[in-house]
């Protein structure tokens, strides 16, 4: 049982928008900043979002985060089937003071 | 770019201890300013934050686990290392490492991992 929240999969066809949803509380999302890791079928997760809504060099504007409340949300756009992969979200919890994870989401691209 | 990777044992006998190096190459580990962290993945799971340690020695470890961790960091060969004592089938996982950024924002915590190192499977079994 993950302290974060996502829904196991989402899908969508290609050239498509997709949201994926991440939830927490207020020792975590709530106070904290959240990241977002792409983890592509049996590689290493590789960062996509940091504090909730920038983008590493290299990420295309495709990606996109944005955080409310206790809940965090990853946007994906036009998507591609190369975009099929494991997306995670993560923050700190000042309660458990460790870092956490959501679940993960498996991303279809019909 | 800095590229990190991880070498180790792939097979550990239940009880015995998990070793596991990660050598940071493209950067130094004592130029400062970020955290090097040991993240972990059971087979077909999440990711689940093991502890960090920064060039300077100083640690920090998940509670959940912080009874059976060690970190340790060489900076004359730029790498750090994992133990993880008294293993069971339950330790068995892929395990990275990765870089940390952490920072503060009038309390509010900033982290993030990047890059990783591929990752090694570590299998507990006798």
């Known amino acids: 049982q993950s302290v974060l929240t996502q829904p196991p999969s989402v899908s969508a066809a290609p050239g498509q928008k997709v949201t994926i949803s991440c939830s927490g509380s207020?020792?975590?999302?709530?106070?904290?900043?959240v990241s977002w890791y792409q983890q592509l079928p049996g590689t290493a997760p590789k960062l996509l979002i940091y504090?909730?809504?920038k983008r590493p060099s290299g990420i295309p504007d495709r990606f996109s985060g944005s955080k409310s409340g206790t809940s965090a949300t990853l946007g994906i756009t036009g998507l591609q089937t190369g975009d099929e992969a494991d997306y995670y979200c993560g923050t700190w919890d000042s309660s458990l003071s460790a870092e956490v994870f959501g679940g993960g989401t498996k991303l279809t691209v019909l | 770019q800095v590229q990190l990777q991880e070498s180790g044992p792939g097979l550990v006998k239940p009880s015995q201890t998990l070793s596991l190096t990660c050598t940071v190459s493209?950067?130094?580990?004592?130029?400062?300013?970020?955290?090097w962290s040991w993240i972990r993945q059971h087979p077909g799971k999440g990711l689940e934050w093991i502890g960090y340690i920064y060039y300077s020695g100083s640690t920090y470890y998940n509670p959940s686990l912080k009874s059976r961790v060690t970190i340790s960091v060489d900076t004359s060969k730029n790498q750090f290392s994992l133990k993880l004592s008294s293993v069971t089938a339950a330790d068995t996982a892929v395990y990275y490492c990765?870089?940390?950024?952490?920072?503060?924002?009038?309390?509010?915590?900033?982290?993030?991992?990047?890059?990783w190192g591929q990752g090694t499977l570590v299998t507990v079994s006798s």
């Open positions: 504090d909730n809504n």
């Open positions: 207020s020792s975590n999302i709530g106070n904290n900043y």
């Open positions: 990765a870089r940390e950024v952490r920072l503060k924002d009038y309390g509010d915590s900033r982290t993030w991992f990047d890059p």
């Open positions: 493209g950067g130094s580990i004592s130029s400062g300013g970020y955290y």
